[in-house]
């Protein structure tokens, strides 16, 4: 299993960025998929789920609006399309996999993460 | 402030049993599956503990998780120098369906 995320960078406030993650190594249709991040030197905050089929998608508050996730089982990825970004989304950001087929916070699997630093 | 409320700090030295709490309410962990993840320096979480208690494998018997009622609890016993990580709790939450985190524990190897 791998799951490899890129796009990450410096974005100016109230900027836009889009976040990949490439999943190989599974069968990427029979897994949700979550995004999870971490400010520096600070814990875990959950963003957002998506299940298999994209069916039920959810948000963290903190997000809500500004963020839309999406995957494309073809292609084996699932993106994050982060707009209105303020200093506080300043993070790494994780991709997930979870075998779950509703909301949850079972990930057995994590990427390595992909900065985003929001400054300007 | 984190929902879910884990002490900020342990430690135990070698061969000792150490313990990690996590509280929450009746709309994430009375409710809901806990997990618990591990995070070794500078690198990413590790599913350590899921369902409250199972552990996947490749994770030794000697991590273990249990929950009663609004909280539940990481043990550590034969406390290793590789344990020392930070340790995160974190369950669904019915009312604001989402997930929640606890605020992390270091745990330190004297």
């Known amino acids: 299993v791998q799951l490899v995320e890129s796009g990450g960078g410096l974005v100016q406030p109230g900027g836009s960025l889009r976040l990949s993650c490439a999943a190989s190594g599974f069968t990427f249709t029979d897994y949700s998929m979550g995004w999870v991040r971490q400010a520096p030197g600070k814990g875990l905050e959950w963003v957002s789920f998506?299940?298999?089929?994209?069916?039920?998608?959810y948000y963290a508050d903190s997000v809500k609006g500004r963020f839309t996730v999406s995957r494309d089982n073809a292609k084996s990825s699932v993106y994050l399309h982060m707009t209105s970004l303020r200093a506080e989304d300043t993070a790494l950001y994780y991709c997930t996999r979870s075998p779950t087929s509703g909301g949850s916070c079972y990930y057995d699997y994590w990427g390595q993460g992909t900065l985003v630093r929001v400054s300007s | 402030q984190s929902v879910l409320t884990q002490p900020p700090s342990a430690s135990g030295t070698p061969g000792q049993r150490v313990t990690i709490s996590c509280s929450g309410s009746t709309s994430n962990v009375g409710t809901n599956y806990v997990y618990w993840y591990q995070q070794l320096p500078g690198t990413a979480p590790k599913l350590l503990i899921y369902?409250?208690?199972q552990r996947p494998s490749g994770v030794p018997d000697r991590f273990s998780g249990s929950k009663s009622g609004t909280s539940a609890s990481l043990a550590i016993s034969g406390l290793r120098s590789e344990d020392e990580a930070d340790y995160y709790c974190?369950?669904?939450?019915?009312?604001?369906?989402?997930?929640?985190f606890g605020g992390g524990t270091k745990l330190t190897v004297l």
């Open positions: 974190a369950a669904w939450d019915d009312s604001l369906s989402g997930v929640v």
């Open positions: 369902r409250n208690h």
């Open positions: 998506v299940t298999s089929t994209s069916a039920d998608i």
